[in-house]
């Protein structure tokens, strides 16, 4: 084998090699929770936390839920696999132009002194103490 071929053998090793950890760097970061947004950064989904950890497990919505029964925390971490309904501690809104309502109640019922808190676009906090781990379902409404 001549010296050129062997330059391009170790060459195409060496670009399939970048290419593989590229592509293993880019699922990594897709598993961790996301870092908050820049202004292009919008992705319209709100995440919600199952703890104020770090190592918190999210779920996002881009759609309104009428009862979150049924639904459980998707990325790993902290309370992976629980279930979403009242076990929220904290959200964050990635929508630039609509905010979300949490609610205590299913279908969105917040008649009475019934809680519910609002999260704007970019709003990153745990939910408010009516809410907090007693979330039942969530809507949307256009702010900007």
Excluded: C
């Excluded at 593989?20 to 919008?42: C, H, I, M, N």
């Amino acid at each position: 084998m001549t010296t050129a071929r062997r330059m391009v053998g170790s060459l195409a090793v060496a670009a399939a090699l970048v290419a593989g950890t590229t592509v293993l760097a880019s699922a990594q970061a897709d598993a961790s929770a996301p870092a908050q947004p820049q202004r292009a950064d919008w992705d319209g989904n709100i995440y919600l936390y199952y703890s104020a950890s770090s190592n918190s497990s999210w779920s996002k919505y881009a759609g309104w839920v009428s009862d979150f029964a049924g639904h459980t925390f998707a990325a790993g971490g902290e309370g992976s696999g629980q279930r979403v309904k009242n076990n929220v501690n904290r959200a964050w809104n990635n929508d630039a132009n609509y905010a979300a309502r949490i609610y205590y109640n299913e279908n969105y019922n917040a008649s009475g002194s019934a809680p519910y808190d609002d999260f704007y676009p970019g709003n990153s906090r745990q939910l408010n103490n009516g809410v907090r781990n007693n979330n039942a379902s969530m809507s949307w409404w256009r702010v900007g």
